[in-house]
Structures are given as structure tokens and as C-alpha cells.
């Protein structure tokens, strides 16, 4: 089946600009997890929803990042006055929550979106 | 927060050897331990995940161990082929998010 899908690929964007990055989740895929991936090193966590509701944003790095997920399903990370420290990858990943399992599911990554401010 | 360390940060074998990443962790609440792979230009993949009432679990020619008391995690390849070699990511999970190590390079050498 499809997997978790984000767009755009790639992204240029000069510094000062606004950029918004999609994920499309795996379909049924309750949880959605953003991750910033720095040059060289692992995905850290930003945010995470529960359906329509963000339940945890403390890895946003600053009042710039902003993330919704207003009908439960696709996922926008929206990132204001990008500065050159933004460049890196971003990625989106889902997992499949049922209400009777401990919270230890599967997140399954998108490509991720490889975004390069100048 | 959870402090996930990972080593060797490259690793080189030559096909047919076998490969072992480490890692350790800090946080005793951590339950869950997945390892990814990931080849350039692409997001991570699962390979295998181990949960915490687990001490070792195999699949084919990759086994994962762990030892709570330690809080450490191992990644074991057997039989290493070419098609093996990218960057290899252990994490582990308290709460929502997958804290993440900084990474192992395997080049497996013909």
C-alpha cells in the first residue's frame, strides 16, 4: 500500500521567506510525528498529533515553526522568516494507534523534505 | 530527556562479516527500541524493533539485543552483502517521540 508521502521534495528558500511543507500519513494512521534532520546527524522530534490534536510541540525550536493537522489527516509544517539555520531535512512519519495497545507503535517515515534557505 | 548514544559513528566490513552497532540510553522509562536504516536521499526504514519485556529478537539475518539493567541496545548483521551499507539509526521511546542516535556509516566492501 502507499506509505507516508511529503511534498515538496526539495525546497530553496531565501532567508526571510515563508515555507510550508506537507506530509500526507499512511491512511487510518492515527499518530503523526515531525522530525528535523540536521546534516549527519538523527531525526530529532518537534511535534506530534493525535488526530486533529497536537499533544506535544516542545521540540519546535521557535515561535517560527507552526504545525497543524486540522482535519486529522494531512499534516502542514509551516515555517516563518526562515532563517539559514532551518536548512535541513524535515520529516514527517505516522503510526497506526489502537486505543488498546501501550503506546509502543511503529512510525513509519515519509522521504522527508530537504529544505535549503539562502 | 532521553540521551540515546550511538557507536561506531562509521563502520567498514568486508562482505560476508558480521556487524555490530551499539548503543546506550539514559532514560529507564524507555520501552521501545527501533532500528532504521536509511540510504541517501531517503527517509528511514524500519529493519527491527524490540520491545522492552524482549531480550533479544532475530529476523533472518538481523538480530537485536537489549539488556534493561545496562540500558543498552545492540544491532547485529550477519553475513553482511554491498546492498547493506548505508546509515543506521538506533532510538528509543519515552512518551510520544523516538529520541534518535547521531548515526552509524556501514560500508560493506565486495
Known amino acids: 500500500g502507499a506509505g507516508v508521502s511529503q511534498s515538496p521534495r526539495y525546497k530553496v528558500a531565501k532567508r526571510g521567506q515563508d515555507v510550508a511543507l506537507r506530509c500526507d500519513p499512511i491512511?487510518?494512521?492515527?499518530?503523526l510525528f515531525w522530525y528535523q534532520q540536521a546534516l549527519g546527524q538523527g531525526p530529532e522530534f518537534l511535534t506530534y498529533?493525535?488526530?486533529?490534536?497536537?499533544?506535544?510541540k516542545s521540540g519546535l525550536p521557535s515561535d517560527r515553526f507552526f504545525a497543524e493537522r486540522p482535519e486529522g489527516s494531512v499534516s502542514t509544517l509551516k515555517i516563518q522568516r526562515t532563517q539559514q539555520e532551518d536548512s535541513a531535512v524535515y520529516l514527517c512519519?505516522?503510526?497506526?494507534?489502537?486505543?488498546?495497545?501501550?503506546?509502543?507503535?511503529?512510525?513509519?517515515f515519509g522521504p522527508g523534505t530537504r529544505l535549503l534557505v539562502l | 530527556g532521553e540521551n540515546v548514544e550511538q557507536h561506531p559513528s562509521t563502520l567498514s566490513v568486508q562482505e560476508g562479516d558480521s556487524a555490530v552497532i551499539k548503543c546506550t540510553y539514559s532514560?529507564?522509562?524507555?520501552?521501545?527500541f527501533p532500528w532504521y536504516k536509511q540510504e541517501l536521499g531517503k527517509g528511514p526504514q524500519l529493519i527491527i524493533d524490540?520491545?522492552?519485556?524482549?531480550g533479544e529478537k532475530k529476523d533472518q539475518r538481523i538480530a537485536v539485543t537489549l539488556n534493561k539493567t545496562a540500558k543498552h541496545f545492540s544491532l547485529h548483521i550477519t553475513e553482511t552483502q554491498p546492498e547493506d551499507s548505508a546509515v543506521y539509526f538506533c532510538?528509543?521511546?519515552?512518551?510520544?517521540?523516538?529520541?534518535f542516535g547521531k548515526g552509524t556509516s556501514l560500508l560493506v566492501t565486495p
Open positions: 512519519a505516522s503510526s497506526l494507534r489502537r486505543r488498546q495497545l501501550a503506546s509502543q507503535e511503529t512510525q513509519y
Open positions: 491512511s487510518g494512521h492515527v499518530s
Open positions: 498529533f493525535q488526530n486533529e490534536a497536537q499533544l506535544d
Open positions: 532514560d529507564s522509562a524507555s520501552n521501545y
Open positions: 524490540i520491545r522492552s519485556n524482549v
Open positions: 532510538a528509543a521511546r519515552s512518551g510520544y517521540a523516538l529520541n
